[in-house]
């Protein structure tokens, strides 16, 4: 089992920057982090994942050259979001996952999932 508790959203005007964190308890090793983001009406996207060792992650189109996502030990993983948008705007997750890392894209293939923190970009 694995708990995961998101923090750091926030509203901020377009252009700005936050960095969400999310802390990992339980088990902490082996699994994958991913971020993903719900839009009111929307299904819930993905927007980047890391490795469980750090040594290899993958964004989302949308956020590619302006996120950035880390892992500094087995129990954080942080993702900094730069130059941020209105369209950015969403309920963030983030959840873990032990299946192999060519589904890392895929919201059905996480464990387990944090309860959210909200992001708003004013324009």
């Known amino acids: 089992q694995v708990q995961l508790v998101e923090s750091g959203g926030g509203l901020v005007q377009a252009g700005g920057s936050l960095r969400l964190s999310c802390a990992a308890s339980g088990r902490t090793f082996g699994y994958a982090v991913g971020w993903f983001r719900q839009a009111p009406g929307k299904e819930r996207d993905f927007v980047a994942t890391?490795?469980?060792?750090?040594?290899?992650s993958d964004y989302a189109d949308s956020v590619k050259g302006r996120f950035t996502i880390a892992r500094d030990n087995a129990e954080m993983v942080y993702l900094q979001m730069n130059s941020l948008k209105p369209e950015d705007t969403a309920l963030y997750y983030c959840a873990a996952s032990m299946k192999p890392w060519s589904s890392r894209r895929d919201r059905n293939e996480y464990d387990w999932w944090g309860q959210g923190t909200q992001v708003t970009i004013s324009s």
């Open positions: 890391i490795t469980w060792n750090g040594g290899n």
